[in-house]
């Protein structure tokens, strides 16, 4: 809600005043290298993915120069370590059956040229995704469907959840999270707002949908939350800073121990 | 003993005593006025005497003085001094009417009034802007803000293009007290701050005080802004009124018994929306924009000793997305005041006030329904006390006494809805204060001024308050039963000025002061949000408190045509707010998990240099300042500029009066940058490219200037009604200056980043028809 809610504000004012676009070049610094870790494990198999990469400088071209060697382990809560293995891509470290179960803690363990990252998260319960279903509501840019997620809130216990839209299977890259503080119990109807309000994020007839749905335990929940604090370059925070990260040992990233469902719909 | 030790006694003796030695003394008192108001604190100095008095509250004065000729000169802070010659034989009345000095329309003066009266008064960093005076520079959208026009001063930095929101001397937007007749606003701004909440044709007149604030004030940081509604014209009625491209105004006033009892009534409106609904797209003619605002005041002068004024605000904006999202958010402001004199070198002034500031956002989407509503709600009562205790000493003191009510957050559903209803604590602090202040003229040219301010804040229950630990975890959560005593904080407040002057051109000042804030707002965007909220203090956000030293010097030049003024600062702020990162700030019962606690210090130098007569006027504002903040968990805890450091600052305003008709005005300002945080790197991450910080505010924005023009055409000017078109361009040679920076995935190629820079307002022009009759 509290994207949305920023976005809402804002727009106005950059409408009614007729504001102006320019790519410029500026001279940014580059910082000294750091290590980038993406952990994933979910109750699916094959959901077990860790990517290593570094920081480069603003300049520099956004592919994926993954970083190779490392030895990744993850821990379940019985004390069995699995050891991932690096795929045929560089810096990604994935394994064929390793799941995860809800209610489970797991521990990660990376080394990489001699440094040490730890983190541990844990499971949540699996909330059923009920629906996924388009939804016509006007509001700055006039009516546009907008993707909702619905599912019932398990009252008395703290849940957090993120939706990740694909249209044509394609990522739509809006992060959007939220928790049930205010939800706690009911039947939601989750808004997903787009990434942009722009033309060509209006969902057309024939567009496919998919969204995955995943619970996440609190630390993770936070990583994606504080995304919006300046991480993917935009907004108006006045502060931008990095998301707070669950992994000790000086890295930036995450390690979720998360739940997956999806399901599709087709606009008609 | 011989003769010659006696004399310099003798002498002293004679200077200081004067007035007492004359064998037959009369009484000579009155009151000082402008355009019927009272003028408070004007000077009144008794040239053959070498002695100054000061007029009160109700612009009374009273003086002994022996039988014979005398000159008096009558000055105040943005009044043109007065002289007049007076033969003292027998008890009389003596009223003087001083003329504003921004009061000649091709004129521009802002008024410092660095008169002899300001040279030789002991207050410093204080500005005082009439509306009047404003009325010919060119600002935003055509009007006439006066919260615009004070940025061009030394020392008070736009909090952003085309804002309201003003940083004074370092300090952040939330640490300005800003008064309305009295009345604490809370939330100063229109439109997400492109209008003030102040009416032009409602105010009379705003005083700036950057430092050395009179002990009466308190409560913030860094400045108060003590504005003062317009008085209705006890003598006849009149109305006058604006019809500009984006909003119109009308100002109805007059008597209502003649010459003792008057009303000002004047309303504003924006109409933005209503080209909305011009336009053919269904989508943008559904959405609603405005805001409007009511201002009234009614003065009633009961008798000679009693005066009663009531004063009242009522102010909201709306914006509407179709029938889907609503946010409304406005003041509501009242008051009554009563002025009493007891005698001729006592009298008071009591007021009763109640401001509130409420904010509602309503989302119907039609399977969701909530409504989400804020408020922050005082009452308030001061009382005044202005004391002439000798003809050298004027001693103010009183007491001021606040309840504070803060409504963090309601959220009701009606219907479907995802949400349940939540209401967050509700909290209440008592928030009092004693102060004494002594303007004494120690010598003929030493002038101090010492105050002392006692303040302190009560949290009050009923509710949970937190205690916190360093990393944010919850320690404990103590439960507090209605009506009691949470935490008292007592600060002690000692507010020290001195003048010393060196000859009739010029003096210098040095002055101390320290203030005390318990209402916080800590914001972490970059623009004023109506959702902004204030945060009184609790057991772990303690009373921000700041310290500052000035010292000054000033000079009038070539007869009072020019004038100078240098003063410099330190400043040192403790227990300054902060959000932690990645901070989630709507929860306010558990807001405290979220803050971080710092401090703060800020430094600089300041000049400005005037020119205040002839047909050309105008001023040169030159700021040199440094602002920095250290907070741990922030920045690895090393000190950072904070975002409002700008090394840099300068103001260039002109006016010209080309003619009997036309008048002409120009203002250039140039700022550096504020300081910002840029990403230093990239990764990989989600399947997108995020952007690696490192330090905090280590960038700068590209330096901001800008160039306004402004020209009036006095229409034809009759007895009973006289108009004017006023023409403005804002930003006239285009600049594009950055109003926020961001970064990106390039649009033409995703392997590559940009930077995109968003330009608001580039040549802005406007047109209003301004009417009095």
Redesign the interface.
Same mark, same amino acid.
Request: hydrophobic fraction near 35%.
């Given at each position: 809600m509290?994207k949305l809610?920023?976005i809402?504000?804002?727009f106005?004012?950059?409408l &009614?005043?007729?504001?102006?676009?320019?790519?410029?070049?500026?001279d940014?610094?580059?910082?000294a290298?750091?290590y980038?870790i993406?952990a994933n494990l979910t109750d699916k198999a094959n959901g077990a993915k860790v990517?290593i990469?570094?920081?480069?400088? &603003?300049?520099?071209?956004?592919?994926?120069v993954g970083i190779t060697g490392a030895v990744v382990n993850i821990e379940d809560a019985q004390g069995n370590t699995t050891r991932l293995t690096e795929s045929s891509t560089k810096g990604i470290y994935t394994h064929p059956t390793l799941k995860g179960l809800p209610k489970s803690t797991y521990k990660l363990k990376i080394e990489v040229n001699g440094q040490t990252f730890t983190s541990n998260s844990t499971m949540p319960e699996v909330v059923e995704l009920e629906d996924v279903f388009p939804?016509e509501?006007?509001?700055? $840019?006039?009516?546009r469907l907008f993707t909702?997620v619905r599912y019932t809130d398990p009252l008395g216990i703290k849940n957090f959840y993120r939706f990740i839209e694909y249209k044509n299977g394609v990522?739509t890259?809006s992060?959007m999270v939220t928790n049930d503080? &205010?939800? $706690?119990?009911?039947?939601?109807?989750?808004?997903v707002p787009p990434y942009e309000f722009t033309e060509e994020s209006k969902l057309k007839k024939g567009d496919k949908v998919k969204v995955e749905f995943l619970t996440l335990d609190e630390p993770v929940y936070?990583?994606w939350?504080?995304?919006e604090?300046?991480?993917?370059?935009?907004?108006?925070?006045?502060?931008?800073?990095?998301?707070?990260s669950n992994i000790k040992g000086g890295v930036?990233?995450y390690f979720s121990a998360h739940t997956i469902q999806s399901k599709e719909y087709t606009v008609k | 003993m011989t003769f010659s030790s006696l004399k310099p006694l003798l002498i002293l003796f004679t200077f200081f005593c004067l007035p007492t030695f004359a064998q037959q003394t009369y009484n000579v008192s009155g009151t000082v006025r402008s355009t019927g108001d009272a003028v408070e604190a004007a000077t009144i100095h008794i040239i053959e005497l070498k002695h100054r008095i000061t007029s009160d509250s109700a612009g009374n004065y009273s003086i002994d003085l022996k039988a014979g000729q005398y000159t008096f000169v009558i000055s105040a802070i943005g009044m043109n001094t007065l002289r007049k010659s007076i033969k003292v034989k027998a008890n009389e009345t003596v009223d003087f009417e001083l003329e504003d000095n921004a009061n000649k329309l091709d004129e521009i003066v802002i008024s410092t009034a660095r008169n002899e009266r300001s040279l030789a008064s002991p207050q410093m960093g204080a500005e005082r802007l009439s509306m009047k005076a404003i009325k010919n520079i060119p600002l935003i959208f055509g009007e006439r803000d006066i919260m615009k026009a004070i940025q061009l001063l030394p020392g008070i930095k736009s909090a952003g293009e085309?804002g309201s929101g003003i940083y004074v001397r370092g300090g952040s937007a939330d640490q300005n007290l800003i008064l309305m007749d009295d009345i604490p606003v809370y939330n100063a701004s229109h439109?997400?701050g492109?209008f003030s909440t102040f009416n032009p044709d409602a105010v009379d007149d705003i005083t700036v005080y950057k430092t050395g604030m009179p002990s009466q004030f308190g409560g913030r940081l860094s400045s108060v802004l003590d504005i003062k509604m317009r008085q209705g014209n006890a003598d006849k009625f009149s109305a006058s009124g604006g019809i500009g491209l984006i909003s119109s105004n009308l100002t109805l006033e007059g008597p209502i018994h003649k010459g003792k009892s008057s009303f000002l009534i004047s309303g504003r409106r924006t109409y933005?929306d209503l080209f909305l609904k011009l336009s053919p797209?269904? @989508?943008?003619n559904?959405?609603t924009?405005y805001f409007y605002d009511v201002n009234a005041r009614a003065d009633f002068q009961l008798n000679e000793n009693n005066k009663l004024i009531f004063t009242g605000y009522l102010g909201s904006d709306k914006?509407g997305?179709?029938?889907?999202?609503g946010?409304t958010w406005g003041n509501s402001l009242a008051s009554a005041q009563w002025k009493h004199i007891f005698s001729p070198n006592l009298n008071s002034s009591t007021t009763a006030s109640y401001t509130s500031y409420q904010n509602k =956002?309503e989302v119907n989407?039609?399977?969701?329904n909530v409504r989400i509503y804020s408020q922050i709600k005082d009452l308030s009562l001061k009382q005044n006390y202005f004391w002439q205790a000798t003809e050298k000493n004027l001693i103010k003191f009183g007491f001021n006494s606040i309840h504070h009510t803060v409504t963090p957050g309601e959220?009701t559903s009606q219907g479907q809805?995802?949400?349940?209803p =939540?209401n967050y604590q509700e909290r209440y602090s008592l928030e009092n204060a004693l102060f004494a202040s002594s303007d004494w003229q120690a010598s003929e040219k030493l002038n101090v001024s010492f105050g002392l301010r006692l303040s302190g804040f009560s949290i009050l229950g009923k509710g949970n308050f937190l205690n916190v630990d360093p990393d944010g975890n919850i320690i404990d959560n103590t439960s507090y039963k209605s009506g009691e005593l949470v935490k008292t904080y007592i600060n002690l407040e000692p507010r020290l000025s001195l003048s010393y002057l060196l000859n009739m051109q010029s003096s210098v000042k040095a002055s101390y002061v320290r203030n005390a804030q318990n209402m916080h707002m800590i #914001?972490?965007?970059?623009?004023s949000?109506?959702?902004d909220k204030w945060l009184p203090s609790s057991i772990m956000v303690k009373p921000e408190v700041s310290d500052q030293f000035a010292i000054g010097y000033y000079r009038n030049l070539f007869d009072n045509v020019f004038e100078l003024n240098v003063e410099s600062y330190y400043k040192t702020m403790q227990n300054q707010i902060?959000?932690r990162?990645?901070a989630?700030t709507?929860?306010a019962d558990n807001i405290e998990t979220q803050l971080l606690y710092g401090k703060g210090r800020a430094y600089g130098l300041e000049i400005l240099f005037k020119k205040r007569k002839g047909d050309f006027t105008g001023w040169l504002s030159y700021t040199l300042s440094k602002t920095e903040r250290q907070i741990d968990g922030?920045n690895n805890g090393d000190w950072y500029n904070a975002?409002q450091d700008r090394t840099h600052e300068i103001a260039l305003v002109g006016a010209y009066a080309l003619n009997k008709k036309w008048s002409l005005s120009a203002s250039w300002v140039y700022y550096t940058g504020d300081a910002i945080?840029?990403? #230093?790197?990239?990764?990989?991450?989600?399947?997108? @490219?995020?952007?690696?910080? %490192?330090e905090?505010?280590?960038?700068r924005m590209p330096a901001y200037h800008r160039l306004d023009l402004g020209a009036t055409l006095q229409l034809k000017k009759r007895k009973s009604y006289s108009s004017e078109l006023a023409f403005s361009l804002y930003n006239a040679y285009g600049r594009?200056n950055a109003? #926020?920076? %961001?970064?990106?995935?390039?649009e033409n190629d995703? #392997?590559?980043?940009?930077?995109?820079? @968003?330009?608001?307002?580039?040549f802005l022009p406007s047109i209003s028809y301004n009417f009095k009759f």
């Open positions: 509290n809610k920023s809402i504000i804002l106005p004012v950059l &009614f005043f007729a504001s102006c676009e320019e790519v410029i070049t500026l940014l610094n580059t910082a290298e750091k980038v993406e990517t990469s570094k920081t480069k400088s &603003f300049n520099s071209t956004n592919d994926f939804y509501l006007s509001l700055f $840019d006039g009516p909702h990522y890259k992060i503080e &205010f939800t $706690d119990g009911k039947l939601v109807n989750q808004i936070k990583y939350f504080s995304v604090n300046g991480a993917q370059g935009g907004g108006d925070s006045a502060a931008p800073a990095n998301p707070v930036l990233g | 085309g439109l997400m492109f933005v797209d269904s @989508t943008i559904q959405n924009m914006l997305l179709a029938e889907t999202f946010l =956002i989407t039609g399977i969701d959220i809805s995802n949400y349940n =939540i #914001s972490n965007s970059t623009s949000r109506p959702s902060d959000y990162d990645g989630e709507f929860n922030i975002r945080t840029f990403p #230093s790197g990239k990764y990989n991450m989600d399947g997108q @490219t995020f952007f690696y910080y %490192t905090r505010n280590g960038y594009k109003y #926020s920076i %961001t970064f990106r995935e390039a995703p #392997s590559k980043t940009e930077v995109v820079r @968003t330009t608001l307002f580039q």
